[in-house]
Nanobody, 121 residues
């Protein structure tokens, strides 16, 4: 079995910073891409940032220059450093990981349970 667990969500004032973490554990041979999505009530989940196993990154336009995604492959962990936070960044943030159980096997996407980020004064 595989578990994906996020942490780091909190209440922060506008202009503040937070660092989210997401760790995958269990029967893992390798992890391809990992990413962070966010969702607010009544809206579709949107991709915030993603990172490949080789370190290539992709960002939502509205977070470019403020958020940084990184990963530690040895720890099967992905991070999202969020700076200059705005009220519109308020959402539940979800992590995903594209996991392979064995060499040459299929890749399966796993999701975490979500962590709440609230930006408010």
């Amino acid at each position: 079995q595989v578990r994906v667990v996020e942490s780091g969500g909190d209440l922060v004032q506008p202009g503040g910073s937070l660092r989210l973490s997401c760790a995958a554990s269990g029967s893992i041979f390798s992890i391809n891409a990992m990413g962070w999505y966010r969702q607010v009530p009544g809206k579709q989940r949107e991709l915030v940032a993603s990172i490949t196993s080789g370190g290539s990154t992709n960002y939502l336009d509205s977070v470019k220059g403020r958020f940084t995604i990184s990963r530690d492959n040895a720890k099967n962990t992905v991070y999202l450093q969020m700076n200059s936070l705005k009220p519109e960044d308020t959402a539940v943030y979800y992590c995903n990981a594209d996991i392979r159980y064995n060499s040459g096997g299929n890749v399966f996407r796993y999701w975490g349970q979500g962590t709440q980020v609230t930006v408010s004064s």
